[in-house]
């Protein structure tokens, strides 16, 4: 077995710890440091995963046995730890998104694309083992010319008011993993139209911000990408995706922690509640999308999506803001 990658984890929260249970799934990792400034939620994490604790990220940079980062601090620290990793040489793994302000993603922009360190941005979708199955069959052309792409996401219920005021709104922070998932699709996405409505959450009307939004995208090509969310689902955390083509269709539906279905004298194929959110819906893409970035650590190939990737969601996610409030189709240049 190869030496472990060393890994420092910066921000000990819910994703955090996702994070770093994936570290300590795989062999060839291992969780070195971990950084927070509430530091009693650091020591409670080593402490179940290991690690030396510091408040301070500038330990992290500085040891000597950190061979890479993993950002999972709030969204207002990223550009900051970013911009340090870039400075220290340090591979970074960094949440989406970069930043809610695309001119403060702009000012990394240029440094990032020159720099030579791996980064890779969080969007773990594009990991999941389903999704990422049914996007080879697509490449590999199962249903000829990709035609139309139908992306489906709802929470199993709405988020607190203090996190919908911080997260810099639905699109930024909910439907951002979808325009990246399009992109995965259809990287040259040119067109963003867009509606938003306030269905049942007062607090998400109260912060001028939707609860239920849905979007058609067209690329170059003239394909047509739809996306549909919502932050309430009464069956579960709601994850769908179809792909149709010319030659065929493929779908991936919700996945459930077992696929037994009951046939019954007042019911069929009755089965039980899918995953109840994202923790549990993607823990394979989580150490998935982990072990893909770890090979780019190494200086190997690596699939994971950059800088550019992460830049591109908040542009489109900004477009659908835009297009939702006035009401016209926004048009995007993505290599602008």
């Not at 030396?52 to 980062?69: E, I, P, Q, Y």
């Not at 769908?240 to 019911?267: C, I, K, M, T, W």
């Amino acid at each position: 077995m190869s030496t472990p990658i060393r890994i420092g984890l910066i921000g000990t929260g819910r994703v955090g710890q996702v994070h770093a249970r994936s570290v300590a799934a795989i062999d060839d990792a291992e969780l070195t440091w971990v950084c927070d400034p509430f530091v009693e939620g650091a020591r409670a994490l080593a402490a179940r995963h290991g690690g030396r604790v510091t408040a301070d990220a500038g330990d992290v940079f500085a040891a000597d046995d950190v061979d890479a980062v993993i950002i999972a601090s709030p969204t207002p620290t990223h550009v900051a730890l970013i911009a340090a990793a870039l400075d220290a040489g340090v591979p970074a793994l960094c949440e989406k998104p970069i930043d809610l302000d695309i001119d403060k993603v702009d000012t990394l922009r240029a440094r990032a694309a020159a720099s030579t360190v791996p980064f890779a941005l969080g969007f773990n979708r594009r990991f999941d083992p389903h999704f990422a199955a049914l996007h080879r069959r697509v490449v590999e052309g199962d249903i000829g010319r990709l035609e139309q792409l139908a992306i489906t996401s709802r929470d199993p219920a709405p988020q607190a008011k203090e996190y919908v005021e911080s997260s810099g709104g639905i699109f930024r922070d909910m439907t951002i993993h979808d325009l990246d998932m399009a992109r995965f699709f259809v990287p040259d996405i040119v067109e963003v139209t867009a509606r938003g409505a306030n269905q049942f959450d007062a607090a998400a009307r109260e912060l001028r911000d939707y609860d239920a939004v849905q979007l058609i995208l067209r690329g170059a090509g003239d394909e047509l990408i739809t996306i549909t969310n919502s932050r309430h689902s009464a069956y579960g955390y709601d994850q769908r995706l179809e792909a149709f083509g010319d030659r065929g269709l493929l779908q991936v539906g919700n996945v459930g922690p077992d696929v037994v279905r009951g046939y019954f004298e007042r019911s069929v194929e009755a089965a039980g509640p899918y995953h109840s959110f994202f923790v549990e819906r993607y823990v394979d893409a989580y150490r998935l999308e982990l072990v893909e970035f770890l090979k780019a650590v190494r200086g190997e190939t690596s699939t994971s999506p950059g800088f550019e990737d992460g830049r591109a969601a908040l542009v489109l996610a900004n477009a659908g803001q835009e297009a939702a409030r006035t009401g016209a189709s926004v048009r995007v240049d993505l290599s602008a």
